[in-house]
């Protein structure tokens, strides 16, 4: 699950979290239709991501463990947390506990996603199909 499309899909995700949450030039827009795009694009990509996991990896349906988020969803957390970590990397001073709270955030989400491709792959746990 690594690699190839997802990269891609991550990166995208990840355009939009930092539009909405950095903005450009530091100014976030606010302009509801355009935050408006930003989730539909988003929602989009998700399912892209999802559609993706689906066509390409097996999944165990007897006796593995429904997980309650789609690996799309997962991702989308995971390119949120990053740009909030890289922000607050480049706004906050070296000791602000703000910042290792984003960072200790992003590594515990990363954490729980190579845990989930390792039990999806095993069989031991399986995707919603939603």
Known sequence: ??????LWFARDLAVLHEKRIVGRGGFVDTDPVVLREIDCRRAELVLAIDDWVHRG?????????????????????????????????????AHDEMLHGAWHHLAELADAYDDLVREVTAGRRRLPEW
């Open 57 to 93: 990896v097996p999944q165990h349906r007897l006796g593995a463990t429904l997980h309650t988020e789609t690996i799309g969803a997962v991702i989308d957390r995971l390119a949120e947390s990053s740009v909030r970590a890289h922000h607050a990397l480049m706004t906050m001073a």
């Open 1 to 6: 699950m690594v690699g190839g499309p997802l």
